[in-house]
C-alpha cells in the first residue's frame, strides 16, 4: 500500500500538471446547454443556515437548474 505522502504528492503534482495545461473555452451553445446545480444553498450559517429553504430561495430566483 502506497504511504499517505507519497500519495498525497503524487496527486498534487497531477493538479499541479493538468492546472498548468492551457484549457479551451466552451463555445457560447455549450453555455447555454449548462446546467447549474447548487450544493446546500446560499448560506452563511449565521443566519442562513445551508439546507434551509432560506438558502435556496436565492438560487431559485437566479434561474438555478437544480438543488441537491
Known amino acids: ?6 500519495n498525497n504528492g503524487l496527486m498534487s503534482a497531477v493538479d499541479v500538471f493538468f492546472g498548468a ?3 479551451s473555452q ?8 449548462t446546467k447549474v446545480v447548487s450544493h446546500r444553498g446560499e ?13 435556496f430561495d436565492p ?3 437566479a ?3 437544480g438543488l441537491e
Open 59 to 61: 438560487l431559485i430566483e
Open 63 to 65: 434561474g438555478v437548474w
Open 1 to 6: 500500500m502506497m504511504k499517505a505522502w507519497l
Open 43 to 55: 448560506f452563511n450559517n449565521h443566519c442562513v443556515f445551508e439546507n434551509t429553504l432560506a438558502a
Open 26 to 33: 466552451p463555445g457560447l451553445k455549450k453555455l447555454a446547454e
Open 21 to 23: 495545461l492551457p484549457q
